[in-house]
């Protein structure tokens, strides 16, 4: 059973960048499929960004394409997301997810992090 903990959220002024980790234990992170998940306050989890096991695929949320990207080091066991030119809109609780497809729907994900806060000001 893998398990995962996110890092590297806080509070940034909005146009600022923050860079969230994701480090996995007891499975290789090779095997699977990655994501990104955010939740604000009163809305549903929702997509942020997923990367396949091979990098060659990677999904984005429309809301987030061209200011955010997924990466992953299979070898360090780690999942990154880079934020840039962030919104007050991103505020939320992030999530890492781990799965077998590479899916935009959190049923589609079979393990989850406790989340880390992103809060961006105006």
């Known amino acids: 059973q893998v398990q995962l903990v996110e890092s590297g959220g806080g509070l940034v002024q909005a146009g600022g960048s923050l860079r969230l980790s994701c480090a996995a234990s007891?499975?290789?992170?090779?095997?699977?499929?990655m994501a990104w998940f955010r939740q604000a306050p009163g809305k549903e989890r929702e997509i942020v960004a997923a990367?396949?096991?091979?990098?060659?695929?990677?999904v984005y949320a429309d809301s987030v394409k061209g200011r955010f990207t997924i990466s992953r080091d299979n070898a360090k066991n780690t999942v990154y997301l880079e934020m840039n030119s962030l919104k007050p809109d991103d505020t939320a609780v992030y999530f890492c997810?781990?799965?077998?497809?590479?899916?935009?729907?959190?049923?589609?994900?079979?393990?989850w992090g406790q989340g880390t806060q992103v809060t961006v000001s105006s």
């Open positions: 997810a781990a799965g077998f497809g590479l899916l935009t729907v959190p049923g589609g994900y079979l393990a």
């Open positions: 007891g499975r290789a992170l090779s095997s699977l499929t």
């Open positions: 990367i396949s096991r091979s990098t060659e695929s990677t």
